[in-house]
Every structure is written in structure tokens, then in C-alpha cells.
């Protein structure tokens, strides 16, 4: 079946330092892939989406681009910030309008 | 234009007791997914439901756990029972019925069993 594999946390950086959270996925169809980003006792929030091969997601300086060639979904920025601090989820959903299957998250912190 | 509502955010069981939590999605949303987080966790899907329909309910265990999405009204997750096992987040989320669009979250239930 279709699953998720994301980068194990938790991961620390200091501000304005890079960074990089793999996604990497399965899927017998072609999925549209998603970040989501939750804050400590929040839901979940979309942060960014790309729908085919090649787009490129962005929001808040964060990016994603959908590479099929190495089902991967990695999510950069290029310099985070103390109130980037939160868990971040890769996420798929199938062409078939099926559920979203979502990674395990990885937990960010950064320090001041 | 109102986000998906949750219902309540807080609630507390004792052992044996049933839990059941709302979601109402946003407005024009045929689909509604449940899913449970433990503490320090993943989300774990439980069940994926249009109006008045079942469409996957592969996550959810099969005894004490029931969900619904009627015509009219909130998504109902169900809980029989409560064990403390149960204590968990349980977020809900809608989203339209075309493919490969996003689904958006509600702020969640946190579930406590006494």
C-alpha cells in the first residue's frame, strides 16, 4: 500500500541556519504530496502542496518539490527562525481521492 | 467562512464510560477523515467517511470504536467503554470530494480516561 517515510527527529539548529526534513514516498498512482506543520497543542496546518511531478510547493520560505523519479518530497528553508519551531508531517493523497496517509512527523527546534 | 469545528477540546472519561466526539468539517466538504495521535506521536488514521457513507475504516479497531457522518449534522467518532488506553488526541479533517486536493484540520479532542 501507499506509505510515507520522513527524516527521524528530533532535529535542533540554530536560527538562520539551513534546513532540509526528507520525504521520501510510495504510490502506485500519482499522489498529491503535502507538509503539514502543527504547533504545540494546535491541529495540524497545511504549510505547502504540490499536486504533479516537478512542482515546486512554497510558503512562509519554505519549499518542497515533487521529484518522481526519486519519490521524494523534501521540505527546505533557507533560514529558519525560532517560531519555525514545531512537528512537521509529509503526507500523501492518492489519485483515487482515497485518504491521506501522513509520515511519522519530525520534530524541529531551533535555538535562539 | 469557518474553519472545521471540534467538539469538545477537552474531555475527560473514567473507565467504562463512552466518549463521543464532534466534527463538523467546513462548509461544501463531502469528506471526513478521523485520526488519533498519542503523545509524542504520529497521526494514525482511523476511518474516512462521506455523507452517509463508510468509505475506509481500516485504522479503526473493531470493537468499542464507531464513527458516522450523517445527511444532516457533525461527524460522530464513537467511543464504547473507554479504557485508559484510549487517552489520546483524536483530530478530524475535511475535505472536498475531488481528488488530490488537501484536507484541512480541526484544532482536535484530547481525550483523557480516568
Known amino acids: 500500500g501507499d506509505s510515507v517515510t520522513q527524516m527521524e527527529g528530533p532535529v535542533t539548529l540554530s536560527e538562520e541556519a539551513f534546513l532540509t526534513i526528507n520525504c521520501t514516498y510510495t504510490a502506485t498512482g500519482y499522489p498529491s504530496l503535502f507538509w503539514y506543520v502543527q504547533y504545540p497543542g494546535e491541529g495540524l496546518q497545511l504549510l505547502l502542496k504540490a499536486t504533479k511531478a516537478d512542482d515546486k510547493g512554497s510558503n512562509k520560505g519554505f519549499e518542497a518539490t515533487y521529484r518522481k523519479e526519486t519519490t521524494s518530497f523534501h521540505l527546505e528553508k533557507g533560514s529558519v527562525q525560532v517560531s519555525d519551531s514545531a512537528v512537521y508531517f509529509c503526507?500523501?493523497?492518492?489519485?483515487?481521492?482515497?485518504?491521506?496517509?501522513f509520515g511519522s512527523g519530525t520534530r524541529l527546534s531551533i535555538r535562539p | 467562512n469557518a474553519g472545521v469545528m471540534q467538539n469538545p477540546r477537552h474531555l475527560v472519561r473514567r473507565r467504562g464510560q463512552e466518549a463521543r466526539l464532534r466534527c463538523s468539517p467546513m462548509?461544501?466538504?463531502?469528506?471526513v477523515y478521523w485520526y488519533r495521535q498519542l503523545p509524542e506521536e504520529g497521526l494514525k488514521f482511523m476511518v474516512y467517511l462521506q455523507k452517509e457513507n463508510i468509505i475506509d475504516e481500516s485504522g479503526m479497531p473493531k470493537e468499542r470504536f464507531s464513527a458516522e457522518f450523517p445527511k444532516e449534522g457533525p461527524s460522530i467518532l464513537r467511543i464504547q467503554q473507554v479504557v485508559r488506553g484510549d487517552s489520546a488526541a483524536y483530530f478530524c479533517?475535511?475535505?472536498?470530494?475531488?481528488?488530490?486536493?488537501?484536507?484541512?484540520f480541526g484544532q482536535g479532542t484530547r481525550l483523557t480516561v480516568v
Open positions: 462548509k461544501g466538504h463531502s469528506h
Open positions: 503526507a500523501l493523497r492518492d489519485s483515487s481521492a482515497s485518504k491521506i496517509i
Open positions: 479533517a475535511s475535505s472536498p470530494r475531488e481528488a488530490n486536493t488537501e484536507a484541512f
